[in-house]
């Protein structure tokens, strides 16, 4: 056997170690590469960053490896890398996953090496998240355009709002927004930048969304949570005689909501339908519907609600099993107070529209479903 093959080999083994069988840095498993300047086996993606970030990275199947590369990679590893450079990493500091878009892994890799936050020999947190001010240029999405100008963003702990100005010269605000009513998520795909933002926040009597990116790589993200599903789906009116039109959904697992757009870069939804539990009303379940009209597809999801039903359709019995999924955590979940005041809001959906849509979930497999209601009912601002 060549010193190769022999290397190749025991890197391998070495990748199938409980502490190296996932990425060090994301958490994906099976890791293909390694930074041997580390001593880390990471994933592809993660190998990337690191390139960027001038580490050294190899394949472990397809790289030549010297021997002392090799004997140092058996010496290191990544349990002894996590003990180093994860000592004391803060229980508030998010930990990209598998799935996570590049600027969350990249902001990570970062911190944890090149800045050496978590090792436990700087004060935590750095002076410089520690002002309790944020001023800085976003580019902003108009609201009923897709033209991105520059806007004035600012962030303050003090007085716990985020605030933007149309312009750079304004008397006075745009909005002031409270954090209590903020989430913010990385969506890159959706928006066309690496660092796309979408900002949600509750306004008066609807949900807000502002689409932003920045031209920067130090977007460190504030008050985050992902949604649990998101995309396109057909939807049709409720006495099932409408034609079947795209909308666009979003699965929001922390408020318990589905709310619906015209389209995905919308500033506001058409309307929101509240998930409960069993004991007060709410079930998730697999169906077949007969008398559905206009549907192509036929895996149904059946929700109900203490006041009428709803039918997904599924192109293919692995989505309606994704979906089933999905829902059912929702369906899961002890209502917080806050819930059971969102339940007797009345969340409802629509009457003026039922229709279909394309979902994505948070591990970025896309399915397809056709959502149709089963009885009719009176017109509401909310979905």
Request: glycine share 6%.
């Amino acid at each position: 056997m060549s010193n190769c093959e022999r290397n190749k080999k025991i890197l391998l083994e070495l990748v199938k170690q409980p502490e190296n069988s996932r990425c060090a840095d994301c958490g994906a498993p099976e890791p293909d590469w390694a930074c041997y300047k580390l001593g880390v086996f990471v994933c592809l993606n993660c190998s990337g960053i690191h390139r960027n970030l001038s580490s050294r990275v190899k394949s472990i199947r397809l790289d030549f490896w010297e021997d002392e590369l090799v004997e140092f990679m058996k010496s290191a590893g990544n349990a002894k890398a996590r003990a180093l450079y994860e000592k004391a990493i803060p229980p508030f500091f998010y930990r990209p996953q598998e799935n996570d878009c590049n600027v969350l892994r990249e902001q990570w890799i970062r911190a944890k090496y090149q800045r050496m936050e978590f090792s436990g020999e700087t004060k935590y947190p750095p002076l410089s998240y520690t002002t309790g001010f944020y001023e800085g240029i976003l580019w902003k999405k108009g609201k009923n355009n897709m033209q991105f100008q520059k806007r004035k963003f600012i962030l303050s702990e003090r007085e716990f709002t985020l605030t933007y100005y149309n312009k750079q010269d304004s008397k006075g605000p745009k909005a002031v927004i409270s954090i209590k009513d903020l989430n913010a998520t990385f969506q890159p795909q959706k928006i066309g930048h690496p660092h796309g933002l979408q900002i949600s926040y509750q306004g008066d009597d609807h949900i807000r969304n502002l689409y932003v990116y920045h031209e920067g790589s130090e977007l460190v993200p504030k008050i985050t949570r992902n949604y649990l599903k998101e995309g396109y789906m057909e939807k049709t009116g409720p006495l099932q005689k409408e034609a079947f039109k795209k909308r666009w959904f979003i699965l929001d697992s922390e408020n318990r909501k589905l709310l619906y757009l015209r389209d995905k870069l919308d500033a506001e939804e058409l309307g929101v339908l509240f998930i409960g539990t069993e004991s007060n009303g709410y079930s998730i379940k697999a169906c077949a519907p007969k008398h559905a009209r206009g549907n192509k597809w036929k895996c149904g999801i059946r929700v109900e609600t203490p006041e009428r039903q709803f039918v997904f359709m599924c192109e293919q019995e692995r989505e309606q099993r994704e979906w089933l999924d999905a829902l059912r955590k929702v369906l899961c979940q002890s209502m917080s107070p806050q819930d059971h005041t969102g339940e007797e809001a009345g969340l409802n959906i629509q009457s003026s529209q039922i229709h279909g849509h394309w979902l994505l979930l948070d591990d970025s497999t896309a399915c397809s479903l056709v959502l149709t209601p089963t009885q009719t009912f009176p017109r509401s601002k909310n979905l």
